[in-house]
T-cell receptor, first 112, second 114 residues
Framework: EPEVTQTPSHQVTQMGQEVILRCVPI?????FYWYRQILGQKVEFLVS????????KSEIFDDQFSVERPDGSNFTLKIRSTKLEDSAMYFC??????????FGPGTRLTVT | AQSVTQLGSHVSVSEGALVLLRCNYS??????LFWYVQYPNQGLQLLLK??????LVKGINGFEAEFKKSETSFHLTKPSAHMSDAAEYFC????????????FGGGTRVLVKP
């Protein structure tokens, strides 16, 4: 059964460093998403991406964040200058029909 | 703005007993509603969804949920809990006007006692 994959599973970085979180969505899906979950808090929407552009973004998704689909298979989330409060589990999701979203296993980002 | 409230951050049930997880939502438009389950160290797996068809929705692993518009609720039930049901459960509502982003509730962690 096709699944969304994410790498790395755990990323440790120092404050101020750039990180890139990678996702491979299910191959025939058209809509892509990033969510995050700070430890002990709700899963929060960050951004949605369709037809090679951002379709919606949350207040969290400020200028420090960017997304890209560089090669038709990967979907990346970049944080330019990480802060302590960016420490969270980041989930990628994809869907074919803007309905049922399939989630990856997540990347745990730890900023020290 | 849409919101989801899950009553009870932790629920403890005995094996074989009824599982009832409560979810209330607010939405200005007819909602699409979802229940996801998260097992330890895994991603979110869809249990079931409501997309304006039948109000009683059946999902995987014996779970079902009933959409009640008058109560703005979408409670999740399973008649008989199994040890493998121990996990965290999230209710979510989809915003069709905003890229179909999901707004999640706070989650309910289920503990199943033997």
């Amino acid at each position: 059964e096709p699944e969304v994959t994410q790498t790395p599973s755990h990323q440790v970085t120092q404050m101020g460093q750039e990180v890139i979180l990678r996702c491979v969505p299910i191959s025939n899906h058209l809509y892509f998403y990033w969510y995050r979950q700070i430890l002990g808090q709700k899963v929060e929407f960050l951004v949605s991406f369709y037809n090679n552009e951002i379709s919606e973004k949350s207040e969290i998704f400020d200028d420090q964040f960017s997304v890209e689909r560089p090669d038709g298979s990967n979907f990346t989330l970049k944080i330019r200058s990480t802060k302590l409060e960016d420490s969270a589990m980041y989930f990628c999701a994809s869907t074919r029909d803007a309905n049922e979203q399939y989630f990856g296993p997540g990347t745990r980002l730890t900023v020290t | 703005a849409q919101s989801v409230t899950q009553l009870g951050s932790h629920v403890s049930v005995s094996e074989g007993a009824l599982v009832l997880l409560r979810c209330n939502y607010s939405s200005s438009v007819p909602p699409y509603l979802f229940w996801y389950v998260q097992y330890p160290n895994q991603g979110l797996q869809l249990l079931l969804k409501y997309t304006s068809a039948a109000t009683l929705v059946k999902g995987i692993n014996g779970f079902e949920a009933e959409f009640k518009k008058s109560e703005t609720s979408f409670h999740l039930t399973k008649p008989s809990a199994h040890m493998s049901d121990a996990a965290e459960y999230f209710c979510a509502v989809s915003d069709l006007a905003a890229g179909n982003k999901l707004t999640f509730g706070g989650g309910t962690r289920v503990l199943v006692k033997p």
